[in-house]
């Protein structure tokens, strides 16, 4: 399997190409900004893109999907709850107003997820998990010992529930029942910051702990 993370934009975020070594095929997770940036390094690795994937649809994170869409034909992906876009319109105006108004809504989804299902590249598989909190379509894609979360879980520190949609005990409900359950050595591949562990954040992190 071929992970690789580039930080994107004003916002930090980790975009993550990941890729199957025997088919070539590739998927991208939130490609927030800098969308040239992200082909090419899909291209230097010798990756067709066949699916763009949004762990949530902030701003920070999809505002790159339009343009890699449109530059590899990729199938564009979201949970099915981000149907409801009035909290995730307010939070994209705010952050819009940020990146001076050149941010780019993506088009409609190929593809609505749910909760278990399987999102596939190649002849690798990765399980939808549906943890809103920090917005109401927030996913984390599970496979492989690698989890993909998006703005669930940060090291050392979760999403924030400040904005339009966010509910804190919401998210450390379903960060406890659905994150907290995976083995230890878990990789977690946040939305922003370094890679961490499960086991690293079920012992230090804490909100996890409970200390907040």
Same mark, same amino acid.
């Given at each position: ?16 190409? %990941? ?19 992200? @082909?090419?390094?899909?291209? =230097? #690795?010798? !990756?067709?893109?066949? $699916? ?31 149907? *409801?876009?009035? /909290?995730?319109?307010? %939070? ?6 940020? $990146? ?6 993506? +088009?409609?989804?190929?593809? #609505? ?5 399987? %999102?596939?590249?190649?002849? !690798?598989? &990765?399980?939808? @998990? ?12 599970? *496979? ?9 879980? &940060?090291? $050392?520190?979760?999403?924030?529930? =400040? ?7 919401? !998210? ?10 995976? +083995? ?9 910051? /370094? ?18």
């Amino acid at each position: 399997m071929i992970v690789q993370g580039l930080e994107v934009g004003m916002f930090m975020s980790n975009c993550y190409i %990941v890729g199957s070594d025997q088919t070539h095929d590739g998927m991208i997770i939130d490609p927030g900004a800098e969308s040239g940036r992200i @082909l090419k390094t899909a291209q =230097d #690795l010798g !990756l067709s893109v066949k $699916l763009i994937v949004a762990t949530h649809v902030h701003a920070d994170h999809i505002g790159a999907v339009a343009k890699v869409k449109e530059a590899t034909g990729a199938d564009y992906a979201v949970h099915e709850s981000a149907g *409801g876009k009035k /909290a995730a319109q307010a %939070v994209n105006q705010m952050l819009g107003s940020m $990146l001076g108004g050149s941010f780019r809504a993506p +088009p409609q989804p190929d593809r #609505l997820l749910r909760e278990g299902d399987v %999102v596939e590249v190649g002849e !690798l598989g &990765f399980t939808v @998990l549906h943890t809103p909190g920090h917005s109401p379509e927030g996913i984390c894609l599970y *496979g492989h010992g690698v989890l993909f979360c998006g703005d669930t879980l &940060f090291n $050392l520190s979760i999403g924030r529930t =400040d904005f339009p949609g966010g509910d804190y005990e919401q !998210l450390m409900h379903n960060i406890h029942t659905k994150l907290m359950t995976l +083995p230890d050595e878990t990789r977690v591949l946040c939305g922003h910051m /370094a890679e961490t562990t499960i086991g690293f954040e079920r012992n230090r992190n804490p909100f996890v702990l409970g200390l907040y």
